[in-house]
C-alpha cells in the first residue's frame, strides 16, 4: 500500500517536473547572463578554460568548501575503520599483476597531463586526482598493494597538504582585497599551485576512502 | 575593499585552519588548539555583532572580489550576527565540556576535534553565504560533519542512527540541489539578492516547484514534525557534547536558511500557505512533549523535547509582518533554545557519566551528590517552560504578543500548552533526582563528575535565563537589515 | 525539443526514481545507489536547463563538477558506516527503531 503510494507520486512528480520545465523553455533566456559574464572576465581569470575559471577563480569559494568536504568524510572514514589487523592484498592473478604494472604508469603520465591540461581544456585537478586514487586501488585489487593502516604524520601531512595550500592561498589573499582575490597577473601560478596540491592530496584522499577501510 | 582582518573571512578560515591542524596533531589531539581557535570565533562574533550592530546594515564581502552575480558574496546581517555569536557562546563552553568528557577515554571520540572543526566552519560558511549553491555546498559540510559526528562512536547503535540521520539529510539536501538547478535554469542566476527582484507571484511553475522542494528539504533537515524520525536516535545516541551541538546548533542552521529563504526570494510565493509550517510545528510541540514525558532514556526524553522546541520557530511564520515582532520572537527562541538545550544535554551527560546509566529513572539520588548538574537541568528547564526572566519567556512573550495582535489565538493556546507539558517532563527528571536511590544502587554514584562539566553545563543553562536580562541588545541585533 | 531539455527530462526521471529508492529500498548498497541516482538526477536538470538557448554555461558545468566531489564524498561516507554496521551486525539493513 505505501509501496504503491510512494511509486505513484513519485511518477506524479516526474511528470509535474517534466510539464514544467517545458513551459520554462518556452520562456524567453533569463536576463541576468552569466556565460557573457564569464566571457568577459576570463583574461583576468589566469587560465583559458571556462569551467577552470569558475571552478577555481570566480566560485573558487565552492572549490574550497568542497574539498573541506572530501576531508572531513576521510575523517569519518578513519575514525570508524578497524584500527589494526588490515587484511592482505586481495588477489594474486598473474595476468592482473601484469596488467597493473602496465597501467599504472600510464596512469601517472595521464594524471599529469589532466592537471595540466585542465588550464586550458576539460581536465583539471579532480580528474587527475580521481586517477591516482584508481591507480591506488587497481595496485591494491592486483595484489601489489596492502591495505592502509591508521595514518602516520607523514601521510597525514598528505591527504591534508593540498587543502591546506589552498587555504592558505585563499588568505593571503585577504592582503589584496578580498577571500581568494587572485591579482591577474599572479593569477595563473597560484591556480596552477593550487591544483598541484590539490591533485596530490586528492589522489591520497579517493584512495584513502577505499583502502583505509580495505 | 576590506581589511586583511575581516571577522566574515576569517570566521570561516579559522575554524578550517585549526581543524587540519588538529588532523596533523592525530586521531584524539586538537583539543587545545580547537578550544583556542574558537574563543578566537568568539572574538571575531562579537566583533562582528558590535560593527552591524552599530553600523545598522548588513556588511558584504564579495569573495574572489568579483561581486555577485558571477562571484560568491558573504553578507552578515543582524539574523546572521546573531546565529554566529549564539554558535560560539554554545561552542565555547561545549568543547571545554569536551575535554573533560573525553578525557577518561580518548579512544570512543576519534577526530573528534577536526570534525568538531569541520561543523563550525559548515555553519559560520551557511550563516553568511547569500548564494544558493554555496548554501548547498555549506548544508552538506554541516550534514556530514553532524553525521560523522554522530558515527565516530563506532557502536552498532551509533553507526545505525548515523546512517539513518545520513539519509534524511541526503534527501533533504538532494531536494534543495534539484530547487537550486530550476531556479538557474529560470533565472540564470543563484545569487539571493539578485533572485530576490526576480522573484514574483506569476513566477513560471518550474520556480513554485522550486520552492516547495528547497523548504521541504530544509524542513526535514530540521526534523520539523512528521519528518523528525531521524533526530531522537542521532540526538539521544551520540556522545553527550556531540549531542548538545547538533540540538542547540545543526538543527538551527537549516531553519535558518527556511527562514532567509521565506523572508527574502520565495517571499512572494509563499504568503497563502504560511499556516502550514505553524500547523506542523504546533504538532511538533504536543507530539514532542508527549513523547518527552513518556521516554524511558534521560537523552531520549531530552532530543523529544528538541523536536518539541523546534515546533516553536515554525509558529512564527503566519505572524511575519512588517513590524518584525514574530521575526524577533524566531531569533531570541533560537538564541534561548540553543543555550538551554545545551546546557540539558551537557548536564543529562555529567549525570549519565557519574551514575553510569541512561534511564530517567536513574538519577535517583543526584541531587545530593550533583547539585550544580541538577540546577543547571533545572534552569535550563525554565528556559524551555517559557517562565520569567529567561530568554525563552521573553521568546514566548513577543510570539504570544504578536499572535494577539493577528488574533491568532489557537497559536496563544498552543504556546500556553507546550509550555505546561515542557514543565510535566523537565519535573518528572527533578522529581527523581530527589528521591533517595534503592540500597543496591548506591554504588553507581560512587564517585564524583569532574567540575569542569558540572559548570560548563551550569553556565551555558544560567546565560540562558539571564539572556532575557539582555534581551533588548539581542532584539535590537536582529532588527538590523531583516524584514521583508 | 532541444537536447538540454531530453537532459533535464531524463533527469526529472531518474531523480523520482532516486527518491522512491532511497524511501522504499531496505538494503543499504541499493538504498546509496538510489541516492546517487538521485544526485544524477539533480545535476541532468542543472545542466540541461541551462543550456536551453543551445549554448554552453560553464557555471552549471562547475557547480555539477563540484556536486559531484560532495556527492562521491557523501556515498564514501554511506558505504564505510554500511561495512562498519555489516561487520557490527552481520546485516546490510538498519536496525528496527524501538520507540523510546
Redesign the interface.
Given at each position: 500500500m505505501k509501496r504503491a503510494a510512494i511509486i505513484i507520486f513519485a511518477a506524479l512528480f516526474a511528470f509535474v517536473l517534466i510539464v514544467a520545465m517545458l513551459e520554462l523553455s518556452a520562456l524567453p533566456s533569463p536576463k541576468v547572463n552569466l556565460p557573457a559574464a564569464v566571457a568577459a572576465n576570463m583574461a583576468a581569470s589566469g587560465v583559458e578554460h571556462p569551467v577552470t575559471a569558475v571552478l577555481l577563480n570566480f566560485r573558487g569559494y565552492d572549490t574550497l568548501l568542497e574539498i573541506a568536504v572530501l576531508l572531513l568524510v576521510l575523517l569519518v572514514v578513519l575514525a570508524v575503520s578497524p584500527r589494526e589487523g588490515k587484511a592482505p592484498a586481495a588477489s594474486h592473478e598473474p595476468v592482473l599483476q601484469v596488467l597493473a604494472r602496465v597501467a599504472v604508469p600510464v596512469m601517472l603520465l595521464a594524471a599529469v597531463y589532466l592537471l595540466w591540461a585542465g588550464a586550458h581544456r576539460p581536465g583539471g585537478a579532480f580528474q587527475a586526482g580521481a586517477v591516482l586514487g584508481a591507480a591506488a586501488v587497481l595496485l591494491h585489487l592486483a595484489g601489489l598493494l596492502p591495505g592502509w593502516n591508521a595514518p602516520r604524520l607523514f601521510m597525514r601531512a598528505g591527504l591534508a597538504g593540498g587543502f591546506l595550500v589552498f587555504l592558505v592561498v585563499a588568505s593571503a589573499l585577504l592582503a589584496n582585497g578580498a577571500l581568494l582575490h587572485f591579482p591577474p597577473e599572479f593569477a595563473g601560478a597560484l591556480i596552477l599551485l593550487i591544483e598541484a596540491g590539490l591533485t596530490v592530496s586528492l589522489g591520497l584522499i579517493l584512495a584513502g576512502l577505499f583502502l583505509f577501510l580495505a | 575593499?576590506?581589511e586583511?582582518f575581516?571577522p566574515l573571512?576569517?570566521l570561516i578560515?579559522l575554524p578550517?585552519?585549526w581543524?587540519?591542524g588538529a588532523?596533523?596533531l592525530?586521531?584524539t589531539r586538537g583539543a587545545r588548539l580547537a578550544i583556542v581557535g574558537v574563543a578566537a570565533q568568539l572574538w571575531l562574533a562579537i566583533d562582528l555583532a558590535v560593527k552591524v550592530g552599530d553600523g545598522g546594515t548588513a556588511i558584504r564581502?564579495?569573495?574572489?572580489?568579483?561581486g555577485a552575480?558571477?562571484?560568491?558574496d558573504l553578507i552578515a546581517d543582524g539574523l546572521a550576527a546573531a546565529m554566529l555569536l549564539l554558535t560560539h557562546m554554545v561552542a565555547l563552553p561545549l568543547l571545554l565540556y569536551a575535554r573533560g568528557y573525553f578525557a577518561a577515554d580518548a579512544s570512543v571520540a576519534?577526530?573528534f576535534w577536526?570534525?568538531s572543526g569541520?561543523l563550525l566552519?559548515?555553519l559560520n560558511?551557511l550563516f553568511l553565504a547569500a548564494d544558493l549553491?554555496?548554501l548547498?555546498?555549506?548544508l552538506?559540510?554541516v550534514g556530514?560533519?553532524a553525521?560523522?559526528l554522530v558515527?565516530?562512536g563506532?557502536?552498532?547503535t551509533q553507526?545505525?542512527a548515523?546512517?539513518?540521520y545520513?539519509?534524511a539529510t541526503?534527501?533533504g539536501s538532494?531536494?534543495y540541489?534539484?530547487g537550486?538547478?530550476?531556479i538557474?535554469?529560470?533565472?540564470?542566476?543563484?545569487s539571493i539578492a539578485?533572485l530576490t527582484p526576480?522573484i514574483n507571484a506569476s513566477a513560471?511553475?518550474?520556480v513554485w516547484?522550486a520552492a516547495a522542494l528547497m523548504l521541504l528539504g530544509l524542513m526535514l533537515k530540521t526534523a520539523l514534525f512528521p519528518f523528525h524520525?531521524w533526530l531522537p536516535?542521532a540526538h539521544g545516541g551520540a556522545p553527550a557534547p556531540v549531542s548538545a551541538l547538533l540540538s542547540a546548533l545543526v538543527v538551527k542552521a537549516s531553519f535558518y536558511l527556511i527562514l532567509r529563504l521565506w523572508l527574502g526570494p520565495f517571499a512572494p510565493l509563499t504568503g497563502t500557505i504560511a499556516w502550514l509550517p505553524a500547523l506542523l510545528g504546533s504538532a511538533a510541540i504536543l507530539w514532542g512533549s508527549w513523547q518527552a514525558i513518556r521516554?524511558?532514556?534521560l537523552k531520549?526524553l531530552v532530543a523529544y523535547s528538541t523536536i518539541a522546541q523546534l515546533g516553536y520557530l515554525f509558529l512564527i511564520f503566519p505572524l511575519l509582518g512588517p513590524d518584525g515582532l514574530a521575526l524577533q520572537a524566531g531569533g531570541m527562541q533560537v538564541v534561548a533554545h540553543g543555550l538551554a538545550k545545551a546546557a540539558m544535554f551537557a548536564a543529562a551527560g555529567a549525570m549519565i557519566h557519574v551514575t553510569g546509566r541512561d534511564a530517567v529513572a536513574d538519577v535517583a539520588g543526584v541531587a545530593s551528590r550533583m547539585p550544580v548538574s541538577l540546577f543547571a537541568f533545572a534552569l535550563a528547564g525554565v528556559t524551555l517552560m517559557g517562565l520569567p526572566p529567561s530568554g525563552g519567556f521573553l521568546a514566548k512573550w513577543l510570539l504570544i504578543d504578536a499572535a494577539l495582535t493577528q488574533g491568532q489565538w489557537w497559536l496563544v493556546a498552543v504556546i500556553i500548552a507546550g509550555g505546561l507539558l515542557a514543565a510535566i517532563y523537565v519535573f518528572r527528571v527533578l522529581r527523581q533526582a530527589f528521591l533517595v536511590p534503592a540500597q543496591g544502587e548506591r554504588r553507581h554514584l560512587s564517585h564524583r563528575a569532574p567540575p569542569l562539566l558540572e559548570w560548563t553545563a551550569f553556565t551555558l543553562a544560567a546565560a540562558s535565563v539571564l539572556l532575557g536580562l539582555r534581551g533588548v541588545d539581542l532584539l535590537r541585533l536582529l532588527a538590523v537589515g531583516s524584514g521583508p | 525539443m532541444s537536447t538540454g531539455l531530453i537532459f533535464a527530462g531524463t533527469g526529472a526521471i531518474l531523480f523520482a526514481m532516486g527518491v522512491a529508492g532511497v524511501m522504499l529500498l531496505a538494503h543499504l548498497l541499493r538504498r546509496i545507489l538510489a541516492f546517487n541516482l538521485m544526485g544524477s538526477g539533480a545535476f541532468l536538470i542543472l545542466i540541461g536547463l541551462a543550456q536551453r538557448a543551445g549554448l554552453v554555461d560553464p557555471v552549471p558545468q562547475a557547480m555539477v563538477l563540484t556536486g559531484i566531489v560532495v556527492s562521491v564524498a557523501a556515498t564514501a561516507l554511506a558505504l564505510a558506516l554500511t561495512r562498519r554496521l555489516h561487520k557490527l551486525t552481520g546485516a546490510y539493513t538498519l536496525p528496527a527503531t524501538r520507540d523510546d
Open positions: - | 575593499m576590506t586583511f575581516d573571512a576569517w578560515l578550517l585552519f581543524a587540519s588532523f596533523l592525530g586521531p564581502h564579495a569573495v574572489g572580489g568579483w552575480p558571477l562571484g560568491i576519534r577526530y577536526p570534525l569541520f566552519a559548515g560558511a549553491f554555496n548547498y555546498v555549506t552538506e559540510i556530514l560533519a553525521v560523522g558515527a565516530a563506532g557502536n552498532a553507526i545505525a548515523g546512517l539513518r545520513l539519509f541526503l534527501i538532494g531536494m540541489l534539484l537550486v538547478a530550476l538557474y535554469g529560470a533565472y540564470g542566476t543563484v539578485t526576480l513560471a511553475s518550474a516547484i524520525y536516535p521516554a524511558v532514556r531520549m | -
